[in-house]
């Protein structure tokens, strides 16, 4: 009787493969622009292997000059680090209904386009250069607000500010004349006491303001600025603090 173990064995290394933390580098080739195409992403280099597997949450993808094509995110994709780097001056366009979840994201080339979809970032955004247009839906971030050049657009889109894993969010821009104007925000203190810290940047509401309380939630910091006929809701109040 044969033993399993070699087929054990070559099982338990694609597991591995697939769950490893990989480094994706943008590189589409003969003119595809979608993200799920394996082939258009690079393994650790420009000009490394080319992938075999999508990009899962323990991975990170990175746009640079390895290629200035667009791309299109015409999936749902969930990855732990995107990193949008100066030397790419391409487009990435979420496209559809479809999800966009990762742990931090830095823009510092390029832009990026939300359309209409979800985003979700659960840790840190980071925008150092480059243009980050919001998706037209829900962005959800659990986590830290940072802007120390390049562009936000709101795209008339909700942001939602969520208290973090662990600590608490801040909002922030390189000084006090960094100005980044939000269309609907919602400050959300489901399940814990949360503060917001809001420090060195002129945040600015467009449409409404909602606070959303099922604990205490403060806000510290710089002043929040409503635009011209914005409204201001506050729901479920009974333990705001401020």
């Not at 323990?58 to 094509?69: E, I, K, Q, R």
């Not at 480059?130 to 839906?137: C, E, K, L």
């Not at 925000?185 to 420090?199: G, K, R, Y």
């Not at 809701?233 to 603090?241: A, R, V």
Request: hydrophobic fraction near 35%.
């Amino acid at each position: 009787m044969k033993s399993p173990l070699p087929a054990i064995l070559i099982a338990c290394v694609f597991c591995f493969q697939a769950n490893a933390q990989t480094t994706y580098l943008w590189n589409p080739q003969g003119g595809s622009t979608s993200a799920k195409v394996v082939s258009n992403w690079k393994i650790a280099t420009c000009n490394g292997s080319t992938a075999t597997y999508f990009p899962g949450s323990t991975d990170t993808l990175v746009f640079s000059n390895c290629s200035a094509g667009n791309a299109t995110i015409d999936t749902n994709i969930t990855v732990r680090f995107v990193n949008v780097k100066s030397s790419y001056s391409g487009t990435i366009t979420l496209s559809g209904s479809n999800t966009f979840t990762t742990e931090k994201m830095r823009v510092t080339g390029g832009t990026f386009s939300g359309g209409s979809g979800t985003i979700n970032v659960s840790s840190t955004l980071s925008i150092d250069g480059g243009t980050f247009t919001s998706t037209s839906g829900t962005f959800t971030l659990a986590g830290n607000f940072t802007k120390s050049s390049g562009t936000f657009n709101h795209n008339n889109g909700t942001v939602v500010f969520k208290k973090a894993s662990s600590g608490q969010p801040t909002i922030a821009g390189s000084s006090i004349t960094a100005a980044v104007d939000f269309y609907d925000v919602i400050f959300d203190a489901p399940d814990a006491t949360t503060l917001f810290n809001i420090n060195s940047i002129y945040f600015t509401v467009n449409h409404s303001l909602t606070i959303s309380v099922d604990e205490q939630l403060f806000i510290n910091g710089d002043t929040i600025l409503m635009a011209g006929s914005s409204n201001l809701t506050l729901s479920n109040t009974s333990g705001t603090g401020g």
